[in-house]
């Protein structure tokens, strides 16, 4: 220690220590013990403020987001993929898509030879004027019939006056017999006439039954002819679906995926020429049961795609499935052993995506994406500290 002597010119002298000052070996001189203090409290207190800042930030980014938003990379693009067949069978004449070819809705896709049809088309026209021809014919004998029993009527009604006339005869030949002014032969004559004219009445009465029975044949023939003329027509008609079948039409706008037929194949009826891949696609995202807790029909969503990095899709949620994913697996869990593990279910929910259309006209089914869910508005201090750590805050 270095000693310094003060002088008073009133008091004793009196000696005080003070520490020796310490070299610095990177000046190459001396500091003050006393400012060595204060520059280490800085330091701290700048350390233990930069720990508290990363605790918060780290807190922020795995707890606060929980409260506001749903994520998972659990999720892929969907569509509802159409199976382009044929329902008849027949060579390809003409294939107007290629491999992933775009369309229209009612564009003429594919075309099947229709020679074969057009000759059954022909054939069940024909079936069809057969059965028409028929029941004309019919319509012809019910009238003629109807004139015959016309004629019959008529000799019956005859018949019917000559048997009056007979007995009114017989009657005064009786009377005349009976004062004998008239003779028995004449009275003999009379009632014969009367058996003859009753068995001619009777004769002609049958007949007349005859013909008024062949009208219920002769209706009978018309229903049949009725029944031909029906299953005609639906032959004619059944003929004219199989030629339309011949052409495929777009059912609606989309584009070609998987296709299997070329130019001279030979289809069948259900046979899979292509996939229709529509336009209009969705995300099914498998979100932890312990996630679906605030989320609701029409909240908003922001979808990340892998391949297409450094742009954000919009959408909205759709719907949730009623059933865990594995509940509806060809082999369901069976949990009712004695060696249960717990384990968190996901259950699949629909996200509907509103846009840009631009964007979602590049993508296809099976991609992997990450949405994220909105379940409530942050305040605007996270949402600057979710938007500056690089996830979507509203």
Known sequence: MTKLKLASPTAPRSTMEFPAPKADPAVGNTLPAAAIAPSKRRRMSAWVGGVAAVILLAGAYIYMPALYIRQTNDASVQADTVAVVPKVAG?????HVDDNSVFAKNDLLVEIDPRDFEVALKSAQAGLLSAQASKENVNAQLAQQQHQIAAAQATVQSDEAQLQYAQQQLARNSDLATHGA??????????????????????????????????????????????????????????????????????????VANKTVQVGSFVQPGQTLFSDVPRQMYIVANFKETELSGMRQGQPVRIRVDA???????????????????????????????????????????????????????????????PTVTIATPPKWLGAILSAIGMPST
């Open 91 to 95: 060579y390809v004449t003409a294939l």
């Open 182 to 255: 008239g003779s028995e032969q004449l009275w003999q004559q009379a009632q014969a006439d009367i058996g003859q004219r009753k068995a001619l009445v009777e004769h002609d009465r049958a007949a007349l039954a005859a013909a008024q029975s062949q009208i219920n044949v002769l209706q009978s023939q018309i229903d049949q002819a009725d029944a031909a003329i029906t299953g005609a027509q639906a032959a004619v008609a059944q003929a004219q679906l199989n030629l339309s079948y011949t052409k495929i039409y777009a059912a609606d706008a989309g584009s």
């Open 308 to 370: 297409l990095p450094g742009q954000i899709l919009e959408g909205h949620l759709d719907s949730i499935q009623r059933g865990t994913g594995s509940s509806f697996a060809l082999l369901p869990p069976e949990n009712a052993t004695g060696n249960y593990v717990k384990v968190v279910q996901r259950i699949p929910v629909k996200i509907m995506l509103d846009g840009p259309q631009q964007t979602l006209d590049m993508l296809s089914p099976g991609m992997s994406v990450e």
